[in-house]
C-alpha cells in the first residue's frame, strides 16, 4: 500500500460549473482527527499543523508540540484552476497525500493536458524519497 494507503486528514474540492465558474479549495486537519480537540462553538476539529514544524515529535506520541524557529512546514496543497482561453476551456484539480501531492498532480495535469488521457483511467507514479517507486492504478471515488 506505501503512502497511498494512508489516511490523512487533507480534504481537496474541486467544483468547474457549466458556466465556467471554478472554484478550488484544500483543508487539512494533518493527521486523523488532527489535533484531538474541536471547537465547542463550531464543532469544527482543530488541526496539528504545528507537528510538521516540530523536530523529535512523533505524531501520535502524546509530546505536547514545540515548533523549532525557521523551520519550513512540509506540507502541501496545489488547488489549481487553469485556463486555456485559445480554447476557451479549464481544468480544476487538486489532491491529498503529503510529498505525494505535488508529483501526483504535476502527472495528472500533464496526462490530461499534454497527452489527452481520462484522468479516471490514468495511473499515478511517485518515487518517494528513498527511490522506492509507488503505482496508484485507478482514481478511487
Avoid at 512540509?74 to 485559445?86: D, E, G, Q, R, T
Avoid at 480544476?92 to 500533464?110: C, F, K, P, T, Y
Amino acid at each position: 500500500a506505501g503512502a497511498w494507503g494512508h489516511r490523512t486528514g487533507m480534504s481537496p474540492v474541486s467544483v468547474l460549473k457549466e458556466d465556467g465558474g471554478a472554484v478550488v479549495a484544500t483543508s487539512t486537519i494533518n493527521t486523523l482527527f488532527g489535533a484531538m480537540a474541536y471547537s465547542l462553538w463550531t464543532g469544527i476539529i482543530l488541526n496539528n499543523e504545528v507537528l510538521d514544524l516540530c523536530e523529535r515529535c512523533p505524531r501520535g506520541s502524546g509530546t505536547t508540540p514545540s515548533p523549532v524557529p525557521g523551520k519550513c512546514s512540509p506540507s502541501f496543497m496545489v488547488p489549481s484552476v487553469l485556463i486555456n482561453k485559445a480554447q476557451g476551456s479549464k481544468l480544476v484539480i487538486g489532491g491529498a497525500g503529503g510529498e505525494l501531492i505535488i508529483s501526483a498532480v504535476a502527472q495528472a495535469i500533464m496526462n490530461k493536458l499534454w497527452l489527452g488521457f481520462d484522468l479516471r483511467a490514468t495511473p499515478i507514479l511517485h518515487v518517494n524519497s528513498k527511490g522506492y517507486v509507488e503505482y496508484q492504478s485507478s482514481f478511487s471515488q
